[in-house]
Structure formats: structure tokens, C-alpha cells
């Protein structure tokens, strides 16, 4: 077998759109050249922020890329939503230094996804082999693949490296043609509580959806507003720039969805959704108005409305949330992997590993039998 040589650029921006994107697919916008180059050209990944971009790829005879990962230098553990604050501490409490870190994401977007962009599906050991030589080379701690595509999970776990698993709440369209449909499909208590919900969460307000060419400059300032407000009360302080919003207006209009409520014609909250190729996912909410169940609302019942149009087949929410079961969202199995070069830390961190596993099935368990949906179906 001829060698195969793996690289490291600066940033996605200086590879080409084309190269790079016939990887990722156009499934998943969050791994597309231009959400990661958005993210490095408004200065949120970069710099300061903590997370160096380190893109690495393999090129084919041609020289046109074959093969590349998300990759990123990370100096500490926020912004991921896997959280291995206690990996950290235990190492350097042991000695060790932890940080600098290896990081395969999409950055701030806990959205299962491709980790692995292949061209060439028989490229996936050697990108793997490529990022445990980076991290091996450069006396690294570590590496991790987090929010990993399922059917990319047995890559990883062929290659060795420890899965992580958890949940998140995803709601799916069983084939239903309005919203009707839907709520047919849970219990007569639930189906009563939603509308009811729906009904006091729009009251006085209009509710827009706006795409493609019906965004503005004047629509990002809005929504810029509301989305440092949620930032600075849940991370302290936001992880995107005003900028990455411009941008992702400028690059991936056709690919956003920003829904406003209106009070008298001003805008008073507001969620951003990026549209995938089969789901639809929300990514940031915010208001300057506190209006009881308007969040749910925006953020999952206008969400479900849209999937149910554009035929989508499901709707991923982010990360937590535990009052996202009542509105039938039902909790789905995410999976992480992870390289730890580290014999003895390795073992510490897999005996955790398989005591979290068998926690989170039991808890995953339990929720799916509290979930709306009218039992025996």
C-alpha cells in the first residue's frame, strides 16, 4: 500500500471550497467550508478565543483532497457540551499537562454530525492514524470527536479510541402533514396542554419566518441582541462575534431560518435555525421580552411546523433540556470518541466511561416512557 500523508493547514479558509465541501457532503451545514471558515473569519475560533483551527486532510495522487477533519487546538474545555473538565483535572492533579487538547468538532454546535469528511471512504484509518500521530508527536494529552455521526462511531471504536455516550432530545416526523397530525399522536392531556401553550405564547404577537434573501444587516443587529443576552446568562460571555452573523448571512442565507415575534411591529425574541439536508436544527434563541412559553414556542413548536412543510425528517434542538419531552421531543442516543495515548489514564477514563454508559441508558430508558406519545402505538 503506498504511504499516505496526512497535513495541517491554518484554517479551513485556505483550502478550497469546492475540495473541501466534496468531503463533507451538503447534508450537515455545520461541517461545510462555509460555516467553518465563517467561524474563523469573524474571529470567533482563533486568536484568543481558544480554539486554534488545525484542520488536518489527505490529498489523492491528483493532489485534490481526499479526506479531512474538523480539527482544532483547544486550550480549554468550553464551547464543546461534552464536558471532561474532570479528565482535566484528574491529569494535572496527576502531573500531566492536559491542555493543549485536540478537538474534532464543529465548534459552539453540539449537532451530531460527520467528524470524518471522506471523499473516499477508505481514507477513514488513515485520518484517524494522522490525528493520533499529531497528538503522539506533539506530546499531546489527547484527542476527541465530539457529537460523531452514528455510522461513524465504529471508526473510531475499530481504531481504538474510547466512546463516550449520551442524549439529547430530537423530535421526529413520522410521515405527519400538519401539526395536527402530530398532536394526534399524543395523549389527550398533552394535546390539550400544547395548544393551550401555543395559544397564550403568540398572544398579541405575530410570528415571521425569515430565509435567503429576506435577511438584512438590520435583522442580524436584532438578533444579535438577543443572542448576547442568552450567552452572557448561560457561558458568561458570548462565543460568536456580531461578524460570524453578517457572514453567515453573506455565505449560507439559503441554509438559515430566523424566526421573530413581533409585538406592534418590533421584534421581541428570536431563534436561528440552520436547515440541513433532512433536519432542521436550532441553534440560539433569545428575547428582550419575557413572555411566558413564547421559548417553546419559537424554539420547538414553529421548529415542528417547519419540518412538517419542508418534509424534513427530524428536528435537533441542541444540547439539555429536559422540559423539551413534553412537547415530544424524545430522547436520542450521541456518542463521542476519544483518544488518550496515556495507558494508565486511559484506563481510568474507560472504567468511568462504562459506569456513565450504563447511567445514561438507565436514565435514557426511563424518559422514553414518560415521553406524550399515547402508549402501545
Known amino acids: 500500500m503506498d504511504e499516505v500523508v496526512a497535513r495541517v493547514a491554518n484554517g479551513v479558509g485556505e483550502l478550497r471550497q469546492d475540495q473541501w465541501d466534496a468531503c463533507a457532503g451538503t447534508d450537515n ?5 462555509h460555516f467553518l471558515s465563517a467561524l474563523e473569519r469573524s474571529g470567533s475560533v482563533g486568536g484568543a478565543s481558544g480554539w486554534q483551527p488545525l484542520p488536518l486532510v489527505i490529498d489523492d495522487a491528483d493532489g485534490q483532497i481526499a479526506a479531512a477533519a474538523p480539527l482544532y487546538a483547544k486550550s480549554h474545555s468550553q464551547g464543546e457540551y461534552v464536558f471532561d473538565h474532570g479528565w482535566a483535572d484528574a491529569w494535572e492533579r496527576a502531573g500531566g499537562r492536559y491542555y493543549p487538547k485536540i478537538q474534532i468538532a464543529a465548534p459552539f454546535s453540539p449537532v451530531p454530525g460527520p467528524r470524518l469528511l471522506l471523499r473516499e471512504g477508505t481514507m477513514a484509518p488513515a485520518l484517524i ?7 503522539e508527536r506533539n506530546g499531546l494529552s489527547s484527542a476527541h470527536a465530539t457529537f460523531v455521526a452514528p455510522e461513524q462511531v465504529p471508526l473510531f471504536e475499530a481504531a481504538g479510541w474510547l466512546i463516550r455516550e449520551d442524549s439529547q432530545f430530537h423530535w421526529t416526523n413520522r410521515g405527519y402533514c400538519s401539526f395536527d397530525d402530530f398532536l394526534a399522536d399524543l395523549s389527550s392531556e398533552k394535546r390539550k396542554n400544547i395548544r393551550k401553550e401555543r395559544r397564550r405564547a403568540v398572544e398579541g404577537l405575530d410570528i415571521v419566518h425569515l430565509t435567503g434573501g429576506e435577511l438584512s444587516e438590520a435583522h442580524w443587529d436584532i438578533f444579535w441582541q438577543f443572542y448576547q443576552d442568552t450567552g452572557a446568562r448561560k457561558w458568561g460571555r458570548p462565543y460568536l462575534t456580531r461578524d460570524f452573523f453578517s457572514i453567515l448571512g453573506e455565505t449560507m442565507a439559503d441554509k438559515v431560518l430566523l424566526m421573530l415575534a413581533l409585538r406592534a411591529g418590533k421584534p421581541i425574541a428570536g431563534a436561528l435555525n440552520l436547515i440541513g439536508g433532512d433536519a432542521l436544527y436550532g441553534r440560539y434563541w433569545g428575547c428582550v421580552e419575557d413572555v411566558p412559553n413564547l421559548h417553546f414556542e419559537l424554539c420547538y413548536y414553529q421548529a415542528i411546523d417547519v419540518a412538517i412543510a419542508r418534509g424534513l425528517r427530524k428536528v435537533e434542538a441542541g444540547a439539555q433540556g429536559g422540559h423539551k419531552l413534553a412537547r415530544g421531543y424524545a430522547p436520542e442516543p450521541t456518542w463521542s470518541a476519544h483518544y488518550i495515548p496515556n495507558a494508565g489514564f486511559r484506563r481510568a477514563v474507560a472504567g468511568f466511561l462504562q459506569a456513565e454508559r450504563e447511567e445514561v441508558r438507565r436514565d435514557r430508558q ?11 402505538d
Open 366 to 376: 426511563w424518559l422514553v416512557q414518560r415521553t406524550p406519545f399515547r402508549k402501545g
Open 29 to 33: 451545514p455545520f461541517v461545510s467550508w
Open 129 to 135: 492514524a494522522g490525528i493520533e500521530t499529531l497528538v
